[in-house]
């Protein structure tokens, strides 16, 4: 019961740092926003010295940025001591291990970033680790909770390619999409290859979605996440386009303007939601379905078989 009782608190205490990164990823992105990623010149400290400095202008959205973090690279910390004293499975231990090693990495990115000011690359590497830190606090929220085994009795897949397949191209697709939408936002891009990927995106996300809907249709599990993805992409879809449009319009304006910030900082948001369902669904996929069976139909054989 004791036991049963210290998961119940690990798990909670998981769920509660996957919301602390997604703060952490939305003040990143209100940096970005905000042009404030110089507003304090150097690192780590702040403006010379690391007592706080005047929280006004560009300055509240950077170093604000960098106080969320260093909570949440404690509260990490935090989270690893206590799984590796409690969690009898040492893969999930070693999970833990990894999100404290991101974390760290990420911070040393973000005063790469400021110190040399700005460089695209370090950026879009910066932004990228940040939303896979995100996933895999996320993940170590489903790890932790009671119920999560991957034991489970599974589905047979009889289509090729397999769920598993099409959940693992799914997510790669979309964190594709991130990088690029990070390489725009940082000026190192155009706008094509982040529009032709966002029509990937969706081509995979429909895919796997619709192989859901059809094919385990009784396993709710995974009905919701992908029935989540699907409407999470549908929102971050309008989002982008409203983005680029009052972008567009705003683009001679002396500093970003408010309703530019709101929705730049909700696209990105939204994004790492994206990615981090993305994520939940193939991992539900590989708890509870099968491997494909060798020479096993693709999916266009057997619907002609069955026409037929």
């Known amino acids: 019961m004791s036991t049963q009782k210290d998961n119940s608190w690990l798990h909670a205490y998981a769920v509660f740092l996957a919301c602390a990164t997604f703060l952490l990823v939305v003040a990143g992105a209100l940096v970005t926003s905000n042009d404030a990623g110089l507003s304090v010149p150097d690192w780590p400290t702040s403006f010379g010295t690391f007592r706080m400095p005047r929280m006004v202008g560009g300055v509240l959205y950077e170093h604000g940025h960098r106080m969320i973090a260093a909570t949440v690279g404690l509260l990490t910390v935090i989270l690893a001591v206590w799984m590796w ?36 690359a370090i950026s879009v590497g910066h932004a990228t680790l940040a939303q896979s830190f995100f996933c895999t606090t996320v993940s170590l929220a489903f790890f932790t909770r009671a119920d999560w085994r991957w034991d489970e009795a599974k589905m047979e897949d009889l289509f090729a390619p397999s769920l598993r397949q099409l959940s693992v191209m799914t997510t790669a697709a979309i964190l594709l999409q991130l990088v690029l939408g990070a390489a725009f936002r ?5 706008i094509v290859p982040h529009i ?16 859901v809907f059809t094919k385990f249709s009784s396993e709710r599990r995974l009905v919701r996440w992908a029935a989540t993805l699907v409407g999470l992409l549908v929102v971050q879809l ?71």
């Open 186 to 190: 940082h000026n190192g891009i155009g």
């Open 85 to 120: 004293r409690k969690e009898p499975r040492r893969w999930v231990r070693r999970v833990s291990g990894i999100a404290v090693l991101a974390v760290i990495a990420q911070g040393v990115l973000g005063g790469i970033t400021v110190l040399f000011y700005l460089p695209v």
């Open 238 to 308: 309008f989002l982008g386009i409203g983005a680029y449009m009052m972008k567009l319009a705003a683009r001679n304006a002396p500093q970003p303007l408010p309703p530019v910030v709101n929705i730049t900082t909700a696209h990105v948001a939204v994004g790492a939601l994206v990615l981090a369902t993305s994520v939940v669904l193939a991992l539900q996929v590989f708890r509870l379905v099968a491997p494909i069976h060798r020479g096993a139909p693709s999916f266009g054989e057997a619907s002609q078989k069955a026409a037929a």
């Open 196 to 211: 032709l990927v966002a029509l990937l995106v969706t081509l995979m996300v429909t895919w796997t979605a619709m192989r």
